[in-house]
C-alpha cells in the first residue's frame, strides 16, 4: 500500500532524518532539527507527528530525546533490493503535467547515497543530444536546489513540468534543451524538483 504523500518541507525534514542517521547512526533531536532549519521546535514537532503519522517515521520510546527512527529500518535486515516508484511522465519537449503512476524499479545499485530517488518516464527529444530519449526512464534525486549545467526536472512558473539543463544567470534562469534544433526556455525563476542521476534504457 502506497504512503500518503508528502509536503515539500516534510520531504525535507525526512531526508534529513535520512541523512542524519546514515551519518551519525542515531536520529537527531527536535533541537538539532529545528536548528538545521532555522525554526522553532514547536513548527517541527508539526511536521515530525504528520511524518509519523503517515509512516514515514516511527517512535521506538516516548521518553527519550532520540526516539524517532525510519518506519523502513526494521525491514532492512531482509534482504531486498531499492524499489522507486515511478511518478509518472516529464516532458523533453513541450513542458506536461507530470501525473502519478504505480510502477516500481529494483534500482538499489544506482542510487546515491542517503538520497531520496524517484523515477519519471522521458516523453520528446529535447534531451538527445545528451543521450536521453523518448521512452526512457530517468532516475532523480529530489532536491531543491541545483548547479549549473545539472540536468533537472523543473517546474516552471505557469505549473508545467520540464526536464533540461540547468542555468542560474543574472536575473533569470536558464533551462537548457540538449537538442540543436531548439531553443533555450527563459524565466525568471522555477521550482526545482530534483536533479537528475541515472537513465535507463529498455533495448
Not at 77 to 103: K, T
Amino acid at each position: 500500500m502506497s504512503k500518503a504523500p508528502l509536503t515539500k518541507r516534510q520531504r525535507e525534514i525526512l531526508s534529513f532524518y535520512q541523512r542524519y542517521i546514515q551519518e551519525e547512526g542515531i536520529s537527531p533531536t527536535l533541537e538539532e532539527v529545528a536548528q538545521n532549519f532555522e525554526v522553532n521546535k514547536v513548527t517541527i514537532f508539526g511536521h515530525v507527528k504528520e511524518l509519523e503519522r503517515k509512516g514515514y517515521l516511527v517512535k521506538a520510546d516516548s521518553h527519550v530525546s532520540r526516539a524517532m527512527g525510519l518506519a523502513e529500518a526494521d525491514e532492512e535486515a531482509r534482504p531486498r533490493g531499492l524499489c522507486v516508484r515511478i511518478e509518472g511522465r516529464v516532458a523533453a519537449g513541450s513542458p506536461i503535467e507530470a501525473c502519478p503512476d504505480m510502477e516500481e524499479l529494483d534500482l538499489a545499485d544506482l542510487m546515491p547515497p542517503g538520497g531520496e530517488v524517484f523515477a519519471l518516464r522521458v516523453q520528446g527529444d529535447s534531451m538527445i543530444e545528451d543521450a536521453i530519449a523518448d521512452g526512457d526512464l530517468v532516475l532523480v534525486e529530489r532536491r531543491s536546489t541545483a548547479r549549473n549545467g545539472e540536468t533537472v526536472v523543473a517546474a516552471t512558473p505557469d505549473g508545467e513540468v520540464t526536464l533540461k539543463r540547468f542555468y542560474k544567470e543574472k536575473g533569470q534562469v536558464r533551462l537548457q534543451p540538449a537538442n540543436a534544433r531548439l531553443e533555450p526556455m527563459y524565466f525568471p525563476s522555477v521550482e526545482i524538483q530534483g536533479v537528475v542521476v541515472s537513465v535507463i534504457r529498455r533495448l
